[in-house]
């Protein structure tokens, strides 16, 4: 009896071992679970971070395009508006050339009508007299 109480003995040992071994192996699995899904927790940021990135440096590029393009239109404005400049400065130089000639034909007029030459005869044929004679009429 001593023979089977020793093994007993050591079969439940050997049971508590094993059932030791069994727990140990569960708490692996679990960890081991844990870890691969941390990995994944850490390989789905580090993917998410690369597509962020993507999306910035894509962002960046638009907004460089955009002032680019931005600065293209407003040199090509102002160019624009450099040219309808002189173009204005050339009818405002037009116009008062235009209303200074104007201003002097009744003057020329008169002169013409009384007589009053600068130093000739009067006889003399004036660029301006048909239009002194449109104006009599």
């Keep these: 009896m001593i023979v089977v109480k020793v093994n007993r003995e050591k ?19 679990l960890a081991s679970l844990q870890e691969q899904q941390e990995q994944a927790k850490t390989f789905a940021e580090k993917d998410s971070l690369r597509n962020l990135e993507v999306k910035l440096y894509q962002t960046a590029d638009l907004m460089e395009n955009a002032k680019a393009s931005g600065l293209e239109s407003v040199q090509a404005i102002t160019s624009e508006l450099n040219g309808a400049k002189g173009s204005l400065q ?5 116009e ?20 009053i030459e600068g130093g000739g005869s009067e006889n003399r ?9 449109a104006s009599e009429k």
């Design 11 to 29: 079969i439940g040992k050997l049971s508590r071992e094993i059932l030791s071994v069994k727990e140990s192996i569960g708490k692996m699995k």
């Design 90 to 94: 050339n009818v405002v130089y037009k």
């Design 96 to 115: 008062s050339s235009l209303r200074s000639l104007v201003e002097s034909r009744p003057r020329e007029c008169e002169e013409r009508a009384f007589g």
């Design 125 to 133: 044929v004036h660029s301006w007299e048909p239009a002194c004679q």
